[in-house]
């Protein structure tokens, strides 16, 4: 018992990681015995625990992050990473918001998809439901592949 729920809470943890996120916490979660629908329900709702925060407090950040030296860098890298996304957004708009957080590949997902809504002026009330649904929709893509892993490798 205090073992499924130690790994439930490093599985939570993991969502909720820049770059890690749900598409490896998923995976890492039915590796360690949690089942399939447990480790899919904690790893999209922790998924989009720092949404919020990103959305309302990112541009300050790293503002506050390219007036410090030390920081600059991360902040430019940061700033970058998200203009590189913003195309997708600028095509598609709400729906493009959607994909880049729904297609489960490197360099897209929930922080992501925040960062291009916090970049381009989004509010919660308007990206919070395009980044919940492309994290809802990267799970299932993610889950069918851990459970054909599984079923694969036994």
């Not at 770059?19 to 995976?27: H, M, T």
């Amino acid at each position: 018992m205090a073992e499924g729920i130690k790994t439930l809470l490093e599985c939570a943890l993991l969502a909720m990681v820049p770059v890690v996120e749900l598409r490896g916490a998923l995976p890492w979660g039915i590796a360690h015995g949690l089942p399939a629908w447990q480790a899919y329900g904690v790893c999209v709702i922790c998924n989009m625990i720092p949404v919020p925060f990103i959305l309302r407090f990112m541009t300050r950040i790293l503002a506050w992050m390219d007036t410090r030296s030390r920081l600059r860098p991360a902040s430019r890298w940061i700033a970058e990473h998200g203009e590189k996304k913003l195309e997708t957004y600028r095509n598609y708009q709400i729906f493009g918001l959607f994909l880049l957080v729904a297609i489960p590949l490197p360099g897209t997902g929930a922080w992501t998809g925040a960062l291009v809504a916090a970049l381009t002026g989004l509010k919660l009330k308007t990206a919070f439901w395009p980044i919940f649904l492309g994290v809802a929709a990267a799970g299932a893509v993610m889950l069918a592949v851990s459970m054909g892993a599984v079923a694969v490798l036994g």
